[in-house]
């Protein structure tokens, strides 16, 4: 087990515009892998369901890119349902009335979680880009000591898709012995060319708005045009050519012919400018940078000198990997790519691959063979360790 974080419990280091439900701030420093430290900092987080008498049927979910820590609960800011709650809940398959589930806003986000737009205990303004450059694993290390500070010794399971399932496979690297089964889904244990390509087109877009004023933006207007165009140009990543076409095909939005000019003559159009407007009002610009950054620097076997099984040589973890056939932006062969390295090390893995077209966003979606499939593991997981 990790060294227990000792917490103090202190005012958050930044006041969230919103309810972020809980938060434990660390007086510990947490060392980062860019060499610095972060001191203190504040974890945000929610849990759902009851924890056991054991502390044995914990669940560690793990949000994507765009995601926080209300993955079933009412969004505070945009109203809307928890972002996994097709998946997490009372009698769904992340079972909340049997097991205890946590979710936190990774380091470097930006509802609560200590980030670039909180204060900076040096100057009293927001670090803005002086905030250290994180990693996935910094974000595990992370999580762990808000484990530690739940009194959380070891997970039944820790699961998550996208960045999440990058999350997942860093935790079975960094702490196999707190990990009795892993579910990644839709996820690589590298981030690609391609994937750090579009990151660079978003971050681009964000640091060309003129309102960015290199990051020093938290007292004046933010750069909400760079975000939404950065949104808007990942957002079509996480779709698949079948999906854009069956819900939009060449429809003309509101007009019966097109307009000779440069509006959104386009459903297709009319709908990217609705994601890139609503998600700025719920995140922040240099916390997209970031976060995109942890992303690009994520390579799992490049930690063990190219080799990806060494990752799990320690793991006594069950692992469940699942992906979908449309998803091209974390594709099956990725995701295979972990499975044969889990089964050099003789892991107990098994992989599973949904057709769908609905593109690397099904793990969000109501995909029944996934719901089935993360609920009978989770069902084998919780017999196997007495879980009633």
Not at 73 to 91: A, E, F, Q
Not at 146 to 157: M, V
Request: hydrophobic share 45%; charged share 20%.
């Amino acid at each position: 087990m990790a060294q227990t974080a000792n917490p103090v419990f202190l005012r958050p280091v930044a006041e969230p515009e919103a309810d972020t439900g809980k938060a434990i701030t660390f007086s510990t420093p947490l060392a980062l892998d860019c060499g610095r430290t972060l001191s203190p900092f504040t974890i945000a987080y929610m849990t759902y369901g009851t924890l056991n008498a054991a502390r044995s049927n914990a669940i560690l979910v793990c949000h994507a890119l765009t995601g926080d820590q209300f993955a079933a609960s009412r969004h505070p800011i945009t109203g809307k349902p928890g972002w996994w709650d097709i998946m997490v809940g009372p009698g769904k398959a992340i079972d909340t009335d049997r097991f205890f589930v946590i979710c936190s806003n990774v380091i470097g986000g930006c509802m609560g979680s200590t980030g670039p737009a909180s204060t900076d205990p040096k100057t009293g303004k927001p670090y803005a880009l002086d905030f250290p450059v994180v990693t996935i694993r910094d974000m595990v290390r992370a999580q762990a000591m808000l484990l530690d500070a739940l009194g959380i010794e070891k997970l039944l399971c820790v699961t998550g898709g996208s960045m999440g399932g990058m999350q997942v496979l860093q935790w079975a690297a960094s702490f196999p012995d707190r990990v009795a089964t892993a579910m990644p889904l839709a996820t690589a244990a590298r981030h690609s060319a391609q994937n750090i390509a579009f990151h660079e087109v978003g971050r681009q877009a964000i640091m060309a708005d003129p309102d960015w004023n290199g990051g020093q933006y938290y007292e004046r207007a933010h750069p909400a045009k760079g975000l939404a165009v950065a949104r808007m140009a990942a957002h079509i990543t996480y779709l698949s050519e079948a999906a854009l076409q069956r819900k939009f095909g060449r429809e003309l939005q509101d007009r019966d012919q097109i307009s000779f000019g440069f509006g959104a003559d386009f459903q297709v159009e009319s709908y990217l400018h609705h994601q890139g407007m609503t998600f700025v009002d719920r995140f922040d610009a240099n916390s997209y940078l970031y976060i995109t950054r942890a992303m690009d620097y994520f390579d799992l076997a490049g930690d063990y000198k190219g080799v990806l099984a060494d990752a799990f040589r320690d793991t006594k973890a069950r692992f469940c990997l699942i992906s979908f056939t449309s998803d091209w932006l974390f594709p099956t062969p990725e995701n295979k790519r972990v499975a044969h390295a889990l089964n050099a090390t003789a892991a107990n893995v098994s992989f599973v691959e949904i057709e769908s077209d609905k593109g690397h966003d099904a793990f969000l979606l109501d995909e029944p063979q996934m719901l089935a499939t993360v609920r009978g593991f989770l069902n084998a997981a919780a017999a196997e360790n007495g879980i009633a």
